[in-house]
Antibody, heavy 114, light 107 residues
Framework: EVQLVESGGGLAKPGESLRLSCAASGVIFNTAWMNWVRQAPGKGLEWVGRIKSQKAGGAIDYAAPVKGRFIISRDDSTGTLFLQMNNLKTEDTAVYFC?????WGQGTLVTVSA | SYELTQPPSVSVSPGQTAVITCSGDAMSKQYTHWYQQKPGQAPVLVMF???ERPPGISERFSGSSSGTAVTLTITGVQAEDEADYYC???????????FGGGTKLTV
């Protein structure tokens, strides 16, 4: 059974940083293209970014609202996906999901407020 | 930026057929996937590559595409199908994923 478990969410002030993690099990992680998707309270799904597998070149793409502030990385040796969020803004408040697009974690809540 | 357009809401009676559309300029060249999301839960993939149903998804769910629009059809709608449905595709370059705004299905 595939499991994706996010962690690292919490409360941050504008301008601060947070680092999210996503631990994967039951999936061949090193071949998976991994995505971060977020959902602001009461809003729809918004793609944050994607990292391809090393075999596919490892390219990383970001959505425009987070480009230059967020950094996606992965550790294939531990099956972990990361999202480093810098210079947080109030509009970054959302539940953040990691997903292979087939499998999704339950999400971790990030709240950015002064 | 690339956008996918869905109707905000669709309402049907139990046993009827629900049709949810999603349109986008790149759809004739890129696959579209559909997710079902119930309150407080993570999304669940219910259709991939326009018309392929994942294992475990009811045969009442089907998908089709035509030009720059794709359609998710749910036949014999049941109360348990009440949820938000999101289409997802990629832009022309394939480098950016995009979600539609979501459709609230009310049964």
């Amino acid at each position: 059974e595939v499991q994706l478990v996010e962690s690292g969410g919490g409360l941050a002030k504008p301008g601060e940083s947070l680092r999210l993690s996503c631990a994967a099990s039951g999936v061949i992680f090193n071949t998976a293209w991994m995505n971060w998707v977020r959902q602001a309270p009461g809003k729809g799904l918004e793609w944050v970014g994607r990292i391809k597998s090393q075999k596919a070149g490892g390219a990383i793409d970001y959505a425009a609202p987070v480009k230059g502030r967020f950094i996606i990385s992965r550790d294939d040796s531990t099956g972990t996906l990361f999202l480093q969020m810098n210079n947080l803004k109030t509009e970054d408040t959302a539940v953040y999901f990691c997903t292979t697009r087939i499998n999704w974690g339950q999400g971790t809540l990030v709240t950015v407020s002064a | 930026s690339y956008e996918l357009t869905q109707p905000p809401s669709v309402s049907v009676s139990p046993g009827q057929t629900a049709v949810i559309t999603c349109s986008g300029d790149a759809m004739s060249k890129q696959y579209t996937h559909w997710y079902q999301q119930k309150p407080g839960q993570a999304p669940v993939l219910v259709m991939f590559e326009d018309s392929e149903r994942p294992p475990g998804i009811s045969e009442r769910f089907s998908g089709s595409s035509s030009g720059t629009a794709v359609t998710l059809t749910i036949t014999g709608v049941q109360a348990e199908d009440e949820a938000d449905y999101y289409c997802q595709s990629v832009d022309f370059s394939g480098s950016s994923l995009v979600f539609g705004g979501g459709t609230k299905l009310t049964v």
